[in-house]
T-cell receptor
Framework: DQQVKQNSPSLSVQEGRISILNCDYT??????FLWYKKYPAEGPTFLIS?????DKNEDGRFTVFLNKSAKHLSLHIVPSQPGDSAVYFC??????????FGSGTKLNVKP | DAGITQSPRYKITETGRQVTLMCHQT?????MFWYRQDLGHGLRLIYY???????DKGEVPDGYVVSRSKTENFPLTLESATRSQTSVYFC???????????????FGEGSRLTVL
């Protein structure tokens, strides 16, 4: 039973435009939601997180939105750059020690 | 170097052999984790540890053994490797007790294991 889902396996966006990556979850007890970026042959690197008590968090070009009623979060990247091309994983934390990951979305930013 | 390191980075073994993947972190984080990454499944938790000598199963623990005699080390052993255990394995750590907790999980670079 997947508690965190990323329904889009891939996304292609033109450089300079907005990239929107989506994630759905089922457990209302998650306390943190995170986005990770992963390049081939490297470990996932942390991008941005949001506490369950907030609905938006920004860090430079990256903004995460949390809609608790819909159990949905999204990552916006504005403007998208070719270096943003990677696999993005959504994750959710439960009880400090359990992290549930989505299956990833491969973002391709075209120059 | 500070951080979390995994070894070996690449390993090829045969069915039935024992394999140990090493993980070492320099932050003294309380929690450590082992994940495997497979196409279509994202990252799945194998085992985690809340502190030295405390370990617990994750989603996919069968065929794996862990130990944590020291806070900084968390080795993962495949006692009798099978082809289905061919995967990329990631070790991670976190310390949710910190005042600066952002929920972040810190990952190693991964160990790619092939079981023939």
């Amino acid at each position: 039973d997947q508690q965190v889902k990323q329904n889009s396996p891939s996304l292609s966006v033109q450089e300079g435009r907005i990239s929107i990556l989506n994630c759905d979850y089922t457990n209302s007890m998650f306390d943190y939601f995170l986005w990770y970026k992963k390049y081939p042959a490297e470990g996932p690197t942390f991008l941005i997180s949001i506490s369950s008590i907030k609905d938006k968090n920004e860090d430079g070009r990256f903004t995460v939105f949390l809609n608790k009623s819909a159990k949905h979060l999204s990552l916006h990247i504005v403007p998208s750059q070719p270096g943003d091309s990677a696999v993005y994983f959504c994750a959710a934390r439960y009880n400090f020690n359990k992290f549930y990951f989505g299956s990833g979305t491969k973002l391709n930013v075209k120059p | 170097d500070a951080g979390i390191t995994q070894s070996p980075r690449y390993k090829i073994t045969e069915t039935g052999r024992q394999v140990t993947l090493m993980c070492h972190q320099t932050w003294s984080h309380s929690y450590m984790f082992w994940y495997r990454q497979d196409l279509g499944h994202g990252l799945r938790l194998i085992y985690y540890s809340a502190a030295a000598d405390i370990t617990d199963k994750g989603e996919v623990p069968d065929g794996y053994v862990v130990s944590r005699s020291k806070t900084e080390n968390f080795p993962l052993t495949l006692e009798s490797a099978t082809r289905s255990q061919t995967s990329v394995y990631f070790c991670a750590s976190s310390d949710p007790g910190l005042a600066s907790d952002t929920g972040e999980l810190f990952f190693g670079e991964g160990s790619r294991l092939t079981v023939l």
